[in-house]
């Protein structure tokens, strides 16, 4: 049995990663969570799986949980993070959603822990400092997004050495056939209607912007350790392949299957293993497989992101939370789905880089471009 923690067991990985345990309630068992203020799922999954520790985001909410309870230890706030980070589980999932992932998992690292890491935003604001302390802590970092999973398990076995450039594979998002003439006009309803997946909100407005597709563009450079010339991204629309190696021979190896995160989970999981699952491919039904360039000048959030990680520094931080902070205010109603670009664009152009920061350097500028201020 792998004992499992969950840092954001309510989000839209932490629940597929829950089916995954339900699924395998013979190899799988659920320790430790963490939930923001979704209280009811909460009481649900305490029932059903009866992890020893929660952390909720209000200790107002912790007082009536033990009332109801009482075999359970709970904590909240930045400190229930760190709890459930560094409990005693066989594996770390990092689901939860924002920056607000990062300094729990760099003390999960720092006790070795082998971590599925799900949360974007932790390698995007502070992947230099992420990669060191695994490396110097030994802590195994397995990715679960499905096209890093995908790649991790391209590579498995090869010398990295041989790695010509790693593709990177999006569908397109919402307004994959929208002008940029035509987005004016599209609303939230419009932007959260994903053609190939089942996400969250942030994750699918990020989808539609692009912008996910730059944060994974990241990710894999510090992954991988690859420079941004070596990493590729194109439009695939079936989303069936997700990902892809090219090789100094010029071989391709690429990774297959259907739009469903559970499998990356579950390989996550139990890697360096794998165990069954339902819902398999059926390619025989597959009867033609699109790709397409990416067009920078259409997507502008992915070039920002390129830029970003080409500067270095304190940049890729500041991109970051700054489409945090759009986005948000574009869910809230609050500014137009192509303010998100202007926003991101502004802060990025604003910021005075600063190089090699420290971990409070960057909480720092993080904490501070996710603030209302000139836009």
Not at 246 to 253: G, L, Y
Not at 258 to 264: E, K
Not at 340 to 349: A, G, L, T
Not at 352 to 362: A, K, N, R, S, W
């Amino acid at each position: 049995m792998k004992r499992v923690s969950i840092l954001g067991a309510t989000g839209s990985i932490g629940t597929q990663t829950l089916d995954v345990i339900r699924l395998n309630r013979d190899k799988f068992m659920l320790e430790a969570i963490s939930v923001g203020e979704n209280i009811d799922s909460l009481r649900k999954i305490i029932a059903e799986f009866n992890p020893k520790l929660v952390s909720v985001k209000h200790e107002k909410d912790v007082k009536k949980l033990k009332d109801e309870f009482n075999d359970v230890l709970f904590t909240s706030g930045d400190n229930g993070l760190i709890d459930v980070a560094t409990y005693d589980a066989d594996i770390l999932v990092t689901a939860i959603l924002g920056s607000v992932g990062l300094v729990p998992t760099l003390r999960a690292i720092e006790q070795g822990k082998k971590i599925g890491l799900a949360n974007k935003e932790t390698l995007v604001a502070a992947g230099d400092i992420v990669m060191s302390h695994a490396k110097k802590y030994n802590a195994e970092i397995i990715p679960v997004d499905s096209e890093h999973s995908a790649i991790f398990q391209c590579l498995n076995g090869e010398d990295l050495k041989t790695v010509k450039t790693l593709i990177i594979t999006a569908s397109g998002g919402s307004f994959r056939d929208l002008t940029r003439d035509e987005l004016k006009s599209v609303t939230k309803k419009d932007a959260l209607n994903h053609p190939n997946w089942s996400m969250g909100q942030k994750i699918t407005i990020d989808s539609a912007t692009m912008m996910n597709k730059g944060l994974e563009v990241i990710e894999a450079h510090h992954l991988f350790n690859m420079n941004a010339e070596n990493i590729k991204t194109l439009i695939h629309r079936e989303s069936i392949i997700h990902s892809m190696v090219e090789f100094n021979d010029n071989s391709i190896m690429a990774q297959i299957g259907n739009s469903d995160m559970r499998t990356a989970i579950q390989y996550a999981l139990t890697y360096p293993t794998r165990i069954e699952k339902n819902n398999p491919l059926d390619i025989h039904e597959l009867s033609t497989l699109n790709f397409e360039p990416m067009d920078f000048n259409r997507f502008k959030m992915i070039q920002f992101a390129y830029d970003a990680l080409k500067i270095g520094g304190t940049m890729p931080a500041i991109m970051n939370a700054a489409n945090e902070y759009a986005v948000e205010k574009f869910l809230n109603d609050e500014i137009t789905f192509l303010e998100i670009e202007d926003i991101v664009e502004s802060r990025m152009n604003e910021h005075t880089v600063i190089e090699h920061p420290d971990l409070d350097t960057i909480l720092y500028y993080d904490k501070l471009y996710k603030e209302d201020w000139r836009s």
